[in-house]
């Protein structure tokens, strides 16, 4: 059941944002020494040697702990409320709120929502340029999912305009082809209490 509140009633909301990284955190520092055994695979051996080719004056070896790092950041990139939000607008019980005839801008909706999960399937990238021009890419895939219990949304005038958290576990790999470079089963990953959206994302009709 959703609660509506007065325009007058304020809950106090935080800009912390969680990325992924949080699911992984205590084997992130491994990545660097599991990229390394990706030389031995024919893609990589094909992107240094385009490289090698276009770029003789820099050394590989100088240019891989970079990739590394750069695989790391792509887990910085993806932010955790991101990944909910997109399942969530979508959500049956969540989308009658865009009726902006029966739910007026000034009302604020609280709608908690039940014990459930959330899987999300992703494929961050990283291209490396030299002079503006691609050398080659590596494509990651990425699986995530979520055990939330204890969430609530908040919402105005057809949007999510912020998430009051609960419990999150996660569980998650992260791959390039079939090498495993980071895996975490049933992780506990620490929420901050409230997740504000700004002007909110909008609830998909």
């Known amino acids: 059941m959703a609660a509506i509140l007065d325009k007058g009633v304020n809950i106090m909301d935080n800009q912390a944002h969680i990325s992924v990284n949080a699911l992984f955190s205590e084997d992130i520092s491994l990545i660097a020494k599991k990229m390394s055994g990706l030389e031995g695979l024919e893609t990589i051996a ?3 040697s385009a490289f090698i080719e276009k770029a003789a004056a820099i050394k590989w070896s100088d240019i891989f702990p970079e990739i590394s790092r750069a695989a790391i950041d792509l887990l910085g990139d993806i932010k955790i ?12 019980e969540i989308k009658k709120y865009a009726d902006r005839e029966k739910y007026p801008p000034g009302e604020t909706i609280l709608f ?7 899987r999300s399937i992703h494929h961050p990238s990283i291209e490396i340029l030299l002079n503006d021009h691609s050398v080659g890419s590596l494509v990651f895939d990425l699986v995530l999912l979520f055990d939330l219990e204890g969430f609530i949304l908040k919402i105005r005038d057809a949007r999510i305009v912020a998430i009051l958290t609960g419990k999150c576990k996660g569980s998650g790999s992260f791959k390039y082809k079939e090498v495993v470079l ?3 089963e049933s992780q506990k990953i620490p929420m901050p209490g409230s997740i504000s959206l ?8």
């Not at 908690?112 to 959330?118: E, G, I, N, Q, S």
Request: aromatic residues 4%.
């Open 81 to 92: 409320e991101d990944v909910l939000l997109r399942a969530w607008q979508k959500h049956k």
């Open 182 to 184: 980071l895996k975490r």
């Open 198 to 205: 700004g002007k909110g994302i909008p609830i998909i009709s």
């Open 46 to 48: 094909k992107l240094k």
């Open 112 to 118: 908690p929502l039940a014990r459930h999960k959330v």
